[in-house]
């Protein structure tokens, strides 16, 4: 992680974004290229995928809209796992990302090899992964999953009668556990930047503002999901934003995802949540430090020089796209598109109509 904070991009003048941003148009243009980002990396890099007629989404809706997308050349804006899947859905196009070397605790909390012997040890248990991992760990997995749609197909394993393995986020996997009844056997990561969100210091701010809504990603521990009055994903969560009557939502979940929630919810007060106590230096840090390996000239320099490909080894991605399609095809299968509210005994009656993750 120091590393990472280490290589963050220098921040460009006012006068350098313009000159960057309009140096990045040509080259989208010239390359046949479009942007896709995920909602956590900085704010100039979301604006310029919308304005390029690229997307900002989460990173299923990213490599889809990819996939489905006419360029010849996708440009990720995220971490490697979202390059990764991107290729997979994608293994014609060429995918290249500002910076490789952008990764994510959760991939890395969960390696491939020693994964695999885990799963070897437990075949009895039909094996769920998280979008959050490796094309490697995704080609071992019966299924992958959302935290949009992790809750309902794990449900409809449950019903079905299935043991599962879950990987890698455990607070996510004992959300799910927890609301479902499910027998899991958990992976034992987590996020680094939800995993420090802290409950008694949400419930103090909670104080300081009675009238706002906190809504929860549910990769953070149990003390805050316990807090939340929605839980979701990062489509959800901006959902809720905009749904609810609320005017100040209180947000546990990556700081970038304030950008896209003050341009859906205009006129709302969104909060960061907090990540640590009084004595620490920062009050909430919830960025991270992956993300924010994302910039403008990296970005411009990626798409000038074609380096920074992903690569997936198509025996691989073949193996890691079953588990993906298998989640389409489940959601597809259920019509109606819904949103859990994160309240099972209120989305019960939703799970035959599970939409789009």
Known sequence: MGEAWARLPEAPSPQEKGVLKERIRALLRREEAVLVAHYYVDAELQELADETGGCVADSLEMARFGRDHAAKTLVVAGVRFM???????????????????????????????????????????TVVVYANTSAAVKARADWMVTSSIGLEIVADLHARGEKILWAPDRHLGGYIQKKTGADMLLWQASCLVHDEFKGIELDL?????????????????????ALADVVGSTTQLIDAAVRMDAKRFIVATDLGILHKMRLAAPGKTFIEAPTAGNSASCKSCA????????????????????????????????????????????????KKRVQASGDLAKDAALFSNVGAA
């Open 287 to 334: 960025h991270c430090p992956w993300m924010a390996m994302n910039g403008l000239a990296n970005l411009a320099d990626v798409l000038e020089r074609g380096h920074n490909e992903i690569h997936v080894d198509p025996a691989v991605g073949v193996c890691a796209r079953v588990p993906i399609d298998r989640m389409l095809d489940f959601a597809a299968k259920h």
């Open 205 to 225: 701010l909670r104080g300081e503002y009675p009238d706002a809504k906190i809504l929860v990603h549910p990769e953070s521990p149990e003390a805050v999901v």
């Open 83 to 125: 390059g990764e899947t991107a290729k997979i859905l994608s293994p014609d196009k060429r995918v290249l990302m500002p910076d490789l070397d952008a990764t994510c605790s959760l991939d890395l909390g969960c390696p491939a090899d020693e994964f695999s012997a885990f799963c070897d040890a437990h075949p009895d248990r």
